[in-house]
């Protein structure tokens, strides 16, 4: 029997249980019947949006914490847009407006913006603040990634 992955919905975070060795298949939400995977990183600015994710996905999370307003944030957008394109479906791309969901950056004692974090299953994994470029990104992320078990 296939080893099946709870893969959250993007769109109306229904849990999906996928068959691993059919993740990269394209996959699509049994609930909404949307794409599961569309190589660009998820909006998650409500806390219960976020836990969902966070509790109930079987691949790592990793999370922008950004703000419109901050400059360096809005200079790492299109390098988190490209790495979304290269990671999934191995690990979901994730922005949260810090200006939305103050709460979830109190929780994660988010000092600084742009922070990316790495989560898997609502542990954090890694941690890093500041702009990157797309080679330094996924370089870092790989490097936590292919260290846990999925």
């Avoid at 988190?80 to 994660?108: C, G, H, N, W, Y």
């Avoid at 742009?114 to 790989?142: C, F, N």
Wanted: hydrophobic content about 40%.
């Amino acid at each position: 029997m296939a080893s099946l992955l709870h893969i959250v919905c993007p769109h109306c975070d229904s849990t999906n249980r996928v068959p691993r060795e059919r993740l990269r298949d394209g996959g699509k939400c049994g609930f909404c019947h949307r794409p599961l995977y569309e190589g660009r990183p998820v909006a998650l600015n409500s806390v219960a949006r976020f836990d969902k994710h966070a509790n109930h996905s079987d691949i790592p999370l990793l999370v922008d914490f950004w703000a419109t307003w901050c400059g360096p944030c809005r200079a790492m957008a299109p390098i988190f847009e490209q790495a979304a394109t290269q990671l999934e479906p191995d690990v979901r791309l994730i922005k949260v407006d810090s200006d939305a969901a103050p709460e979830l950056l109190q929780r994660f004692s988010i000092q600084s913006i742009p922070t990316l974090m790495l989560v898997h299953r609502d542990r954090e994994i890694a941690r890093k603040s500041g702009v990157m470029p797309l080679p330094q990104l996924l370089a870092w992320t790989r490097e936590h990634v292919d260290g846990m078990k999925v």
